[in-house]
């Protein structure tokens, strides 16, 4: 038994020793980690994951609703059912090595930003954990197993081409409302506008004088009111 004191100055204990050799070497450690600032209370890290995970997602008010959307899909799919029910402490590198490897090493792989993303996830909790005192070091970072996301190369039609798509939009339409969609390719392809963005847009958002369209905020790509010229 190894008697010792915290940062706080509160006393403290650690059983289980086998040798008087093994207790000064834990001893010793500790003394190391209280004058370098890292000592972590080998108690603290019973906080679970899954309960860590909860105050984590929480924190995230600043990021985009679909960004943190994202996130929670990927805590509750993949991050939780592997380790919510560990504590943060009993989180060790060779099983998320194990973990991402199990994503990928499958008869149908995860796709790679799916497993970049689970990855992500579980880091930043970890770090949270570390910022808290909980743990010393973060598991989960720095693994080197993680699938690359390969970049699909940008197609761009010609000109010629968005008169045709257009054409066919507006051929391929119910008789009754011919002519309905052909501009729609138009500002696609033009305006550079996303589909979300393109499907709500009201006559009110159109200025013919300054030939501008107003952007909403709730379906800008950025989650802020913008105008686009044409």
């Known amino acids: ?14 059983r289980g020793f086998r040798t008087k050799r093994e207790a000064q070497m834990f001893l010793n450690t500790v003394e190391v980690s209280k004058l370098e600032g890292l000592y972590v209370d080998p108690t603290a890290g019973r906080r679970t994951v899954a309960n860590l995970g909860a105050h984590w997602l929480a924190s995230q008010a600043h990021v985009k609703a679909s960004s943190k959307k994202v996130y929670e899909t990927a805590l509750r799919v993949h991050v939780l059912p592997e380790f919510g029910g560990l504590s943060v402490a009993d989180v060790k590198r060779a099983h998320v090595r194990d973990w991402v490897a199990g994503m990928t090493d499958r008869d149908k792989p995860l796709a790679a930003r799916t497993v970049r993303r689970a990855h992500f996830v579980l880091q930043a909790i970890l770090e949270l954990a570390v910022d808290d005192k909980l743990i010393a070091r973060n598991p989960a970072r720095g693994i080197k197993t993680l699938p690359s996301i390969r970049h699909r190369k940008n197609v761009y039609l010609t000109y010629e081409q968005v008169e045709r798509v257009a054409a066919a939009a507006d051929h391929h339409h119910l008789i009754g409302h011919r002519g309905k969609y052909g501009f ?15 499907a709500t847009l009201r006559p009110d ?10 952007i909403r905020a709730e379906v800008s790509k950025n989650s802020q009111e913008r105008s686009v010229g044409y």
């Open 1 to 14: 038994m190894v008697r010792y004191r915290k940062p706080d100055r509160k006393s403290t204990m650690r």
């Open 184 to 198: 729609v390719i138009y500002i696609a392809a033009y305006m550079g506008l996303r589909w979300s963005e393109i």
């Open 205 to 214: 958002d159109v200025d013919l004088e300054e030939k501008r369209v107003r």
